[in-house]
């Protein structure tokens, strides 16, 4: 099984600011990652697949990159709506595979 | 944009079986992959597994043996079915649609406890 490390766990940002999430898978898997933002007592909300491309209706302050065993999610113009816990998942080979998630919070 | 909602009971007896519906709106059932996703309290997504409108699965091997995913496109419809639970299977079921979900129905919460 591909296991997904994601980090930081934690992030603590201020409004305004850009930070980057990380993700790292135990093996290859192409460009087949996904990106999903989850806020407290909701369903997780899809930003990215394919590690760079946006899913319809996802602003563009949202960008993915890398390939192989390397991503990042990088969220530029930090507003108070983007403080939440985001998921990369794998969905090259089977099990799909999410990372532990990476709570970001308001500094 | 399509919908999706769960429906099934929110509390499963420990041995007995799991049982959740998706009904799918605002769009046909008939393409696309559909999903399965759960999320213990405090923790984790975990994929379950997913069935083509044709029919075809793959599921998780850690559930392999306990769970059923299955489809009715004349109700534009799929379930899941998780045999034997005990208290680790308490958490929040979605469904989603496609490899990518990038649409999730708002998630349902099973308890198992007697």
């Known amino acids: 099984d591909i296991q997904m490390t994601q980090s930081p766990s934690s992030l603590s940002a201020s409004v305004g600011d850009r930070v980057t999430i990380t993700c790292r898978a135990s093996?290859?898997?192409?460009?087949?990652l996904a990106w999903f933002q989850q806020k407290p007592g909701k369903a997780p909300k899809s930003l990215i697949y394919?590690?760079?491309s946006l899913q319809s209706g996802v602003p563009s302050k949202f960008s993915g990159s890398g390939s192989g065993t390397d991503f990042t999610l990088t969220i530029s113009s930090l507003q108070p709506e983007d403080f939440a816990t985001y998921y990369c998942q794998q969905y090259n080979s089977y099990p799909y595979s999410f990372g532990q998630g990476t709570k970001l919070e308001i500094k | 944009q399509v919908q999706l909602q769960e429906s099934g009971p929110g509390l499963v007896k420990p041995s007995e079986t799991l049982s959740l519906t998706c009904t799918v709106s605002?769009?046909?059932?008939?393409?696309?992959?559909w999903s399965w996703i759960r999320q213990p309290p405090g923790k984790g997504l975990e994929w379950i597994g997913y069935i083509y409108y044709s029919g075809s699965t793959n599921y998780n091997p850690s559930l392999k043996s306990r769970v059923t995913i299955s489809v009715d496109t004349s109700k534009n419809q799929f379930s899941l079915k998780l045999s034997s639970v005990t208290a680790a299977d308490t958490a929040v079921y979605y469904c989603?649609?496609?490899?990518?979900?990038?649409?999730w129905g708002q998630g349902t919460l099973v308890t198992v406890s007697s």
């Open positions: 605002g769009g046909s059932i008939s393409s696309y992959y």
């Open positions: 093996q290859g898997i192409s460009n087949y």
């Open positions: 989603a649609r496609g490899i990518t979900m990038p649409d």
């Open positions: 394919a590690a760079s």
